[in-house]
């Protein structure tokens, strides 16, 4: 049984295009879900939080240099990189801003998940994940202006709220259960 687990777990970005496929096919089979996708991300977040401790962050600390890179490319390469294509492709108005608007844009839970997947440094990407979430407050609009031309209107406490509720509050809390409760974490 675990290794079959291991195996659907570990296939991971199958899931992803099979489902990404399925949407573009029948979207309504995935929308029942949006109302839903803050509290399902944040019950991931937490069973990922279960599996760091204070130390895994007290860790990362220490070594702020990934933490910076993974910043600079959030917030340089990928921007423009989004611009360089929409302007290679010669891109429609619309897609040329969508395309950059998504490359300004932080990137997510996803990316905690895959680290998790691959056994992989889980507090680095969640410390680099809460990082860029909380500086997109003012980095998105920003980059969007100077690369798009207009300023696109980002909710910045509902941005921030989202962040906290998505990222900071779950692995806050499953931290804390690992420490106080190791025996039900499996720690």
């Known amino acids: 049984m675990n290794r079959l687990l291991a195996l659907a777990t570990n296939a991971f970005p199958v899931w992803v295009v099979i489902g990404g496929a399925l949407a573009l096919v029948e979207p309504r ?3 029942w879900f949006a109302p839903y996708i803050v509290p399902g ?6 069973g990922m939080g279960v599996t760091l401790g204070v130390e895994d962050f007290r860790r990362v600390a220490k070594m702020p240099r990934p ?5 600079a490319a959030q917030y ?3 921007p423009l990189m989004g611009w360089s294509v929409a302007h290679m492709m010669n891109l429609d ?3 040329a801003v969508g395309l950059i608007l998504v490359s300004c844009c932080p990137g997510g839970t996803a990316s905690n998940v895959v680290t998790f997947i691959a056994r992989a440094n889980v507090a680095l990407s969640v410390a680099m994940t809460a990082c860029s979430t909380f500086t997109a407050v003012f980095m998105t609009p920003l980059l969007t ?7 696109v209107e980002v909710d910045a406490i509902g ?3 989202s962040t906290f509720q998505v990222v900071i ?3 806050a809390a499953g931290v804390a259960i690992n420490r106080f409760f190791p025996a039900r974490s499996g720690g």
């Open 29 to 31: 089979w995935f929308t």
């Open 41 to 46: 991300l944040a019950v991931i977040m937490l």
């Open 67 to 71: 933490v910076a890179l993974g910043f």
């Open 76 to 78: 340089a390469i990928m």
């Open 93 to 95: 108005t619309p897609f």
């Open 145 to 151: 202006t100077w690369l798009v031309g207009t300023r």
């Open 159 to 161: 941005l921030f709220w």
């Open 169 to 171: 509050l779950p692995v």
